[in-house]
């Protein structure tokens, strides 16, 4: 698994990219809601599941996908690819 800090900086490029550039990178800070603030659509919560498949390298687990686990970049981390909190649900 890559670093933290690299990992959360491809999430946030992906996040900008998603939302059209109408954020910008100083903006989206690593615990800024993403969903609620609207930076990202819930269509657009598929297209991050493959982002975070292809940064883990490996396929998500379905348990894994429960309410609040894409809060924001932080909460992503913590509950996809952190070692120590793969496949664990909610942080």
Known sequence: MKPE?????TLRAWIIKANGGKI???ELLDDTPIIEERI???????DLILQLEKITGEPLDVEQLKPGVFKNID????NFCSENNRGGGEA
Do not use: D, F, G, R
């Open 5 to 9: 800090a690299e990992v959360k900086e």
């Open 24 to 26: 910008k990178p100083e």
């Open 40 to 46: 990202i659509t819930s269509l657009q919560i598929m």
């Open 75 to 78: 909460t992503i981390y913590k």
